[in-house]
């Protein structure tokens, strides 16, 4: 799979031939859906509590005598049916994590990564490097390069001066190879990458 690679001005810089085992595969939802699914559980904060009848501050005396009284056969306030009582089966702290095989993770991927490819929304730059930290001067290049909503991945190390510029801007994501997700992927329109990035996902997938 060939593309064009541009530069960050919007010029042509060459071309470049894709990997078909990482752009070319026809993509399937299941595997991206199970990756994303385990991406957000993984994420999920789980520190919502409420407390049980055990962890109420109340009297344990006996509400009142066994027999005589015409109602029911209580023992305890602390149960979840009287008002201030405990919650049955309440939130407890925990994670929502579970477990996904690493080759699961590595094909949603590749997956991901050929979706954008096949839809159109894979753009190759030279590099991302921008020597003065301007958000300004990167609103331009981005205008140029027709990209509102993006993810922008880059080697290794991401260029500071670029990254300053960038943080500032809406709906714009950069991220170093290490980072690359199937979900920031998803999220955005674009996928922006740069040569390093290829070497390093092609090295990767090797």
């Not at 919650?87 to 949603?108: E, I, M, Q, T, Y």
Request: hydrophobic content about 40%; aromatic content about 6%; some cysteine.
């Amino acid at each position: 799979m060939k593309l064009n690679v541009t530069t960050l001005e919007g010029k042509d810089a060459g071309s470049i031939e894709l990997s078909d085992a990482i752009f070319g595969l026809d993509p399937r939802v299941d595997i991206i859906q199970r990756c994303v699914n385990w991406q957000l559980a993984k994420r999920q904060s789980g520190n919502h509590k409420a407390k049980g009848r055990a962890e109420i501050w109340r009297t344990g005396k006996k509400m009142y005598k066994q027999k005589g009284t015409g109602g029911a056969r209580h023992g305890s306030a602390r149960v979840p049916q009287f008002r201030g009582g405990g919650r049955a089966f309440g939130p407890v702290v925990r994670s929502h994590a579970f477990d996904l095989p690493k080759k699961v993770r590595a094909l949603a991927l590749k997956h991901a990564l050929s979706a954008k490819a096949k839809d159109g929304g894979l753009i190759v730059i030279e590099n991302a490097n921008l020597e003065a930290a301007k958000t300004k001067a990167l609103l331009g290049h981005f205008t140029s390069l027709g990209l509102t909503n993006a993810l922008i991945i880059d080697g290794a190390e991401v260029h500071v001066g670029f990254a300053q510029a960038a943080r500032n801007i809406p709906n714009i994501d950069v991220l170093p190879i290490q980072g690359i997700n199937v979900y920031d992927i998803l999220r955005r329109q674009k996928l922006v990458l740069t040569k390093a990035a290829l070497d390093a996902l092609e090295a990767r997938f090797k």
